[in-house]
């Protein structure tokens, strides 16, 4: 009787439990669409004038001229008059007020720190300076 | 007459395809995400209020540590290469954006070579990376 018994006998099958699958589904959904918006870039735009020709060549009158120098050991001087980082927007505002016309020319010593020509950078752009040209100053 | 005894169903709405449609729009989500593989070189990048975002599809980076060691596509290049590397690249794109991931200890010369080297290849808008401490391979 005990080995009739012992036959009859079924194993269950083994089942994978699938009803958490589409919540899976959902996490790795979510990160994917995620991921791409995180690494956004951010930082500082600018057009560069191109090839110079004669045709885009520009020529302005030195009194709409405002020149931001940066010496080879990073002292700033705004019209040949030294100036603190933190007060060079306001500078540059008070110009755009006095004239509209105003160019505003980054000239930076081969020398000075990348960093420093974009901290001067950044203040142009909080002014809301439009016109603005990079120049680097010979040695 | 039966008219009496009919009884409503609730309405339900079925979430059994719940499932499957994550599925489909995390395989299309997967296959469409691109993640840059481009290691390029240890920087540390200047800080900007005025930064903002750019477009990451457009973007081409040129990686400038504090060494003055240039990189495209993580090879090490020089300044006069980026005339050929980056003329070829608007070919390809050109609405190409060129983002500086520059070390901001870096001397402005290196940025400046660069760029007039943009210039000749008429890669003239630019973008210079702020706020965001990249890590990649040392040299």
Do not use: W
């Not at chain 1, 080879?72 to 008059?81: E, L, M, S, W």
Request: hydrophobic letters at 45%; glycine letters at 4%; charged letters at 25%.
């Amino acid at each position: 009787m005990g080995v009739l018994d012992k036959r009859k006998k079924k194993r269950d099958p083994g089942e994978i439990p699938m009803a958490s699958t589409s919540d899976v589904a959902f996490l790795l959904l979510i990160f994917f669409i995620v991921m791409p918006m995180k690494a956004d870039e951010i930082g500082l735009s600018l057009v560069l004038p191109g090839k110079e020709t004669k045709e885009n060549t520009v020529k302005v009158k030195q009194s709409n001229v405002a020149t931001i120098k940066i010496s080879y050991n990073n002292v700033i001087t705004f019209d040949k008059q030294p100036m603190p980082l933190a007060q060079l927007e306001q500078a540059i505002r008070d110009r755009l007020l006095a004239n509209s016309k105003t160019v505003i020319i980054l000239e930076t010593h081969p020398d000075a720190d990348y960093g420093m020509m974009v901290a001067c950078l950044d203040e142009i752009k909080l002014s809301d300076a439009r016109k603005v040209s990079l120049k680097t100053t010979k040695i | 007459m039966d008219f009496g005894r009919s009884s409503r169903k609730d309405p339900y709405i079925p979430t059994s395809s719940m499932g499957d449609i994550a599925f489909l729009l995390l395989i299309f989500f997967i296959v469409t995400v691109v993640f840059t593989d481009e290691s390029g070189l240890v920087v540390t990048l200047p800080r900007a209020d005025a930064g903002e975002e750019g477009l990451r599809d457009m973007i081409s980076n040129v990686f400038i540590n504090s060494a003055g060691m240039i990189s495209i596509d993580d090879v090490i290049v020089t300044a006069p290469d980026v005339v050929s590397i980056m003329a070829q690249k608007m070919q390809e794109n050109p609405f190409m954006i060129v983002a500086f991931k520059t070390d901001k200890h870096t001397p402005y010369g290196v940025v400046s070579d660069v760029m007039e080297s943009l210039k000749e290849a008429n890669a003239i808008k630019v973008f210079f990376n702020t706020d965001m401490e990249i890590t990649g391979q040392e040299f």
